[in-house]
């Protein structure tokens, strides 16, 4: 089997979706995606990013791959965790503080810029609609995220969905309030709902 094939069979195991890197790893030469494309046995999503034909381009496994720093984040992150049926406008991301996040925001990715020790709080992975691998903040972290917002509707709403949740995790979530220094507010949306 020659190295096209291989990343032919690689990316029908992973959504239809490959990337240079894990073909580098797989210890395949990156030359042989040129040739896919070329071929046309594969499509170029984005830097790095191949498709198979008439796979849908899946933007977040894109835009994580792109800029594996970010996590998603506020309105996005509510979508991946399926506490919102509206579709973000823009993409949401958050980053450590110190990354360039210049080229993001070219990209019109909305960028949040927080210290280490708040950046890993809350971070899990999600399969994004297309079913690949992201990574996103929880519901409580999404929740402490965007009480500071101004998109009021979407904030009741997954307060309100997170209330009726048997999954939810007040501890933990009062918790997160806490750290992130909107604990006077989640108080007073919890004590409303529950």
Partial sequence: MNDCAKIIEMAGENNG???ASS???AGLQRRALAEC???GRLSKGARGVYFLPGQLEDEFAIWQHTYSQGIFSGSTALYLLKKTDRIPYSL???FPKGYNVSAAKQNGIKCKIVVAERYDLGVQDVLSPYGNVVRCYNIERTLCDIVRGDDVQSMNHAFKEYARSDAKDIA???HYARILHVEKRVRNYMEILL
């Fill in 17 to 19: 979706m490959v990337t």
């Fill in 23 to 25: 073909v580098s790893k």
């Fill in 37 to 39: 494309v070329a071929a």
């Fill in 92 to 94: 949401y991301m958050t």
């Fill in 172 to 174: 933990l979530l009062m």
